[in-house]
């Protein structure tokens, strides 16, 4: 009987293994219970107990495989330009006030085209829309002064104020389901902001300023509807638009579309050369050889970073490397 209770045990587990393996969070099995070692401590070392603490969703790990590499790259250079792309790792380093000309130039336009865009649409009138909503005001300091923020990228920019959008109105069209409910914007604002902010964490869109849209949404354009989707949405096209202008004319923007890692599928060589490369570092690992001038960590230098040859690091980690230099 015991035996038979130590292999249903032990099935257990290793089918949570495999559950938490497939989530990509084989990190959070750790130690053994008190109290199954109290119940039964035969199975007590095969069964460990899940540190919360340490629970961790990466959904880029699920989106990343499927998802396509940006073609800007393939366009004439004088195009690609203006959507972030460089041939060059790391501009060259400019001065607060050149930054602070460009924020200044490019968040009166983004506000101004947002806000005028808007009020000559007559659907979006015909809802009580308001000029523009309040929360582009902070989206425009993120998306011309900041610019360097993963905040500021245009996946944070715009899914989260979807996200946003919907949740506010959604919280507040159920709250208007009661009448005490109803009467109470400030619980459901202070709801839909959690909600979003839960959201956008776990998807890796993190935005402020999606946080106020949310709280608006509730507490001050309730009467807007779900048509506030499609107004913050064509908000934030309009907004992204104006800053791949200005910010692409002394700076660099995006510094990535989606991820900052990688989406480019390896080919059969690479895949294969990267195996040898491997099982060639771990050869020179276990033969401690060393050779003077060639470095064995990562080496960051004023003016200068210095890798091993077996690291391989994107274009935009290679970005962050070179600023790190610059600044020392």
């Known amino acids: 009987m015991a035996i038979g209770q130590n292999l249903h045990l032990s099935f257990l ?33 095969m069964l460990q107990r899940i540190d919360f603490s340490r629970l961790h969703v990466d ?25 972030g792309y460089r041939k060059t790792l790391a501009p060259k380093p400019l001065g607060n006030l050149v930054i602070a000309f460009w924020s200044l ?17 007559p659907s979006f009138q015909a809802h009580h829309a308001p000029i523009i909503v ?13 610019i360097e923020s993963p ?39 202070a709801l839909a902001c959690a909600i979003t902010t839960a959201i956008m964490t776990i998807t890796n869109t993190v935005h402020p300023p999606a946080g106020a849209t949310a709280l608006l949404a509730v507490t001050q354009s309730y009467d807007v509807g779900w048509y506030l989707i499609l107004i913050m949405l064509l908000g934030c096209v309009l907004m992204q638009a104006v800053a791949l202008v200005i910010n692409n004319i002394q700076r660099r923007f995006p510094i990535y579309w989606w991820t900052p890692q990688s989406l480019e599928r390896p080919k059969p060589d ?7 490369a491997k099982e060639g570092s771990v050869a020179s690992v276990q033969t401690n050889d060393t050779f003077p001038g060639v470095p064995t960590h990562i080496v960051i230098e004023k ?26």
């Open 13 to 45: 587990l290793e089918w949570w293994r495999a559950v938490l393996r497939a989530l990509g969070l084989s990190g959070l099995v750790a130690g053994s219970t008190e109290a199954m070692s109290a119940q039964n401590p035969q199975s007590a070392s």
């Open 59 to 83: 959904i880029d790990a699920f989106l990343n495989p499927y998802l396509p590499p940006p073609p800007w790259r393939h366009l004439p250079r004088p195009i690609s330009r203006f959507f």
């Open 105 to 121: 130039i490019g968040v009166f336009c983004g506000v101004l085209v947002v806000a005028e865009v808007s009020e000559h649409i």
């Open 134 to 146: 309040a929360s582009f005001g902070a989206a425009a300091v993120l998306e011309f002064s900041a």
């Open 151 to 189: 905040f500021a990228q245009p996946r944070n920019a715009v899914l989260s104020q979807i996200v946003a959008s919907f949740v506010g109105v959604a919280i507040g069209k159920l709250f208007a389901l009661n009448e005490n409910a109803h009467s109470m914007p400030q619980v459901g604002g």
């Open 270 to 276: 690479d895949t294969e050369s990267a195996r040898e």
């Open 303 to 328: 003016g200068s970073v210095m890798l091993p040859d077996n690291v391989t690091v994107t274009e935009q980690e290679m970005v962050v490397l070179k600023r790190i230099s610059e600044r020392l």
